[in-house]
């Protein structure tokens, strides 16, 4: 089978080096795919743009594409899958109508407050001095959220006033172009973060692993928010009652709800959560899509074969997957530019990616580029050194090791993911 994936990211590099080891696979194209993709076996890189639906359609048909996976949320918000669907060409992702539950912060506080599932209280606002009396009414901290797509970069935990004010300013005055003319402002939620990502089918959803992701760019979660800096899988504080929970009181009503309202889901729904330290849940975001980093580790845990699970979900037999994973953890720690994530790195060359996978870990690629044989920069977060091990620990020890094996001038990560669920296992004892 030929299969075509869409995207450009870490992400799509580890899906596909995962669907790639499937039996029944015998070739991924991936548009446009990255470098690192380009020695894997079976996969092909062509050189088609994301955005570009009507070429990426013709390259479907024409190569009689036998499922075609949407990595990134962009393609999904313009409306791949109609388009997709409407020439009956199977693809695996959500429709225009439910990808606004990631396109629009807005369209998806409204969803929430609309069927009961519970969030941060909220209000929208397109005009600067309706925000700063309501910021001025709840006080700091308090979270500034840009309604549109803005690569994870949209959002400010602003710690006092004043902050706040200059964060409305900031993305009123077009900061983040259209996707900032509206703003959500929400109360500031207290807890822990986990990713809680399923693979859903209409009313039918299977939960794969638990991760958690690191959001901000300083060890501490501390600086600013980016895309994320690293990533593990599982993630402890979602236990076996907070898995229940979860299930129960928001992605299950979520995906009724998207059917309720003629919008039914197909895809990967991620949904962001704060867990307060009463166990209790609350939705920070919603994503249509896989998340980079979570999938760097998730995928290097996931045993079963990845193909017949998105197969099952494309044609409404979701509850026939088989789902299995590896025991024990996977980390992926991100290596960025040292300008991420305002700026990115260009044309710095990279060594010791070969020194680090001869290390037992496995280096996914974001942003790179060839210039001739040499590998160099081309992005802000430009690779994940991920590894497994019977421990997080152990795995962070791999990761970390593999990460202190690769260099260019301005590199950075950090070297702290998964210190929450270390503490934790820490403090539980020894077992
Ligand atoms: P989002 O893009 O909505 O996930 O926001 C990015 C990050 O900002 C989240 O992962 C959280 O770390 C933080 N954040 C967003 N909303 C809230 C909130 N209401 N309370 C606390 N932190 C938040
Ligand atoms: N890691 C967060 C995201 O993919 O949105």
Redesign the pocket.
């Known amino acids: 089978m030929h299969l075509l994936l869409i995207g450009s990211g870490g992400r799509e590099h580890a899906i596909a080096w995962k669907l790639a080891q499937s039996d029944q696979v015998d070739r991924i194209s991936v548009a446009p795919g990255n470098p690192g993709m380009v020695d894997e076996p079976k996969i092909t890189p062509v050189d088609l743009a994301i955005d570009d639906i009507d070429a990426l359609l013709e390259f479907a048909r024409a190569q009689a594409i036998h499922l075609t996976i949407v990595g990134p949320e962009a393609p999904l918000v313009a409306g791949i899958v109609d388009a997709f669907t409407e020439q009956g060409l199977r693809i695996f992702g959500p429709c225009k109508a439910a990808a606004q539950l990631e396109g629009s912060?807005a369209f998806a506080k409204d969803f929430m407050s609309r069927h009961r599932i519970p969030t941060?209280r909220y209000a929208t606002f397109d005009d600067a001095a309706a925000a700063r009396l309501w910021i001025e009414r709840h006080g700091a901290p308090i979270?500034i959220?840009a309604d549109g797509l803005a690569a994870?970069k949209g959002?400010v935990?602003a710690q006092d006033e004043e902050e706040a004010y200059a964060a409305v300013e900031s993305m009123l005055s077009g900061q983040f172009g259209e996707a900032g003319n509206n703003l959500v402002i929400?109360?500031?939620?207290h807890g822990e973060?986990a990713s809680f990502i399923a693979v859903v089918s209409g009313r039918d959803c299977l939960a794969l692993a638990s991760s958690q992701d690191h959001?901000a760019r300083d060890e501490g979660d501390l600086g600013p928010?980016t895309g994320g800096m690293g990533a593990y899988s599982p993630a402890p504080i979602v236990t076996d009652a907070v898995h229940a929970h979860v299930m129960n009181d928001i992605v299950q009503p979520t995906i009724n709800a998207l059917v309720d309202d003629g919008m039914p889901f197909t895809g990967f729904l991620y949904v962001?959560l704060?867990i307060d330290d009463t166990g209790q849940a609350r939705v920070?975001?919603y994503n249509v899509r896989l998340g980079d980093p979570e999938t760097q580790p998730l995928m290097m845990r996931l045993k079963s074969d990845l193909l017949p699970l998105l197969d099952h979900a494309v044609d409404g037999t979701l509850p026939e997957a088989q789902v299995s994973w590896h025991a024990g953890s996977a980390i992926g720690i991100v290596m960025a530019a040292g300008e991420y994530p305002q700026g990115s790195s260009e044309g710095k060359r990279i060594s010791g990616i070969e020194r680090a996978e001869a290390a037992r870990c496995k280096v996914f690629h974001a942003g790179t580029r060839r210039n001739g044989d040499q590998l160099e920069t081309a992005g802000g977060r430009v690779l994940c050194v991920t590894a497994t091990g019977d421990s997080l620990a152990e795995a962070k020890q791999l990761a970390e090791a593999g990460a202190a094996c690769i260099s260019w001038e301005g590199s950075r990560y950090r070297r702290d993911i998964g210190y929450r669920a270390l503490r934790a296992a820490t403090s539980e004892g020894p077992s």
Not at 186 to 189: A, G, K, N, Q, V
């Open positions: 912060k941060a979270v959220k994870g959002v935990v929400e109360e500031f939620l973060e959001k928010n962001g704060m920070v975001e």
